[in-house]
């Protein structure tokens, strides 16, 4: 286990590096998101990605979200995209919004029970950005065990998962430290899985079929199986998160969080969904 300080530049290239080596080798790392801290896998890894769901302590039926480093990799991950979709990533991309689409059939992963979705979402994070356009997607759940409070610095990342995290990028206190909001673009309209950096309101500026969506139930859950433990996913959490996500992050914000729901397969990470709540990010 290996914790860089990515606040110095020199510590930071050196920690890119390595997390880059322990991606390619199916290990672990904990990066930081505009949301909260994610923990990454491969995501065209199935056994990096089944590591990854069993250090959170979570099952096949809480896929991780997808975090991207460029906006064009949308259209590599998803299928039958819709138009107001391109409109809300392209306002909101980089930045807290998880989006749950169908995942491309040709994908050759495994991020768990996804019924053919996948949440994506592409964090607003400097050492995040520069390490998925070296990497490619990857799954990022909030990085916090099932359940737990989502971590916003890397010292709490750390008293989850120890040495069962080869990297950890500190890069500070996390972003906001509230997981993306999550939208599901896999019906006949668009629906919102969970509320989380981005209101209602700011959506239903770029897509006004949102303003007059009915509210989510209170505990977070959705037809979707969505649930709001930071990350979301496909059949997803919002931790990072999906469609049949839950959300603890990731935010897959990347982390949570962020989140995000994964094809077949949750940018706070997140959800689909995310790294941000338990997703991520």
Request: charged share 20%; hydrophobic share 40%.
């Amino acid at each position: 286990m290996n914790v860089y300080d990515c606040q110095d530049p020199a510590e930071r290239t050196t920690g890119l590096d390595e997390a880059v080596n322990a991606l390619g080798r199916g290990a672990l790392v904990v990066l930081p998101t505009d949301t909260v801290y994610g923990i990454a896998a491969d995501a065209f890894d199935g056994r990096a990605v089944a590591g990854l769901l069993a250090a959170k302590g979570r099952g096949r039926q809480m896929p991780p979200p997808v975090l991207v480093g460029t906006v064009e990799t949308l259209d590599g991950l998803a299928t039958e995209v819709p138009a107001v979709v391109r409109d809300l990533v392209k306002t909101f991309w980089p930045g807290p919004l998880t989006i749950v689409c169908l995942a491309q059939p040709s994908l050759a992963w495994d991020l768990g029970d996804t019924d053919g979705t996948v949440a994506l979402r592409m964090p607003a994070d400097e050492t995040a950005i520069a390490l998925l356009r070296r990497t490619g997607p990857l799954a990022v759940s909030s990085a916090n065990l099932s359940g737990q409070p989502s971590p916003h610095t890397a010292a709490q990342a750390v008293a989850y998962f120890g040495d069962k995290v080869a990297v950890y990028l500190d890069a500070g206190r996390a972003g906001g430290g509230t997981a993306s909001t999550i939208v599901d673009a896999t019906g006949e309209r668009l629906t919102i899985l969970r509320e989380g950096a981005l209101s209602r309101a700011e959506l239903a500026a770029v897509a006004p079929e949102l303003a007059e969506e009915a509210e989510p139930t209170a505990d977070g859950d959705t037809s979707s199986g969505a649930m709001a433990d930071g990350d979301t996913s496909s059949g997803a959490t919002a931790d990072g998160a999906s469609s049949g996500a839950t959300a603890d992050g990731a935010s897959s914000d990347g982390a949570s969080s962020d989140g995000a729901s994964s094809a077949g397969a949750t940018p706070d990470g997140g959800t689909a969904a995310a790294g941000e709540g338990d997703r991520a990010r």
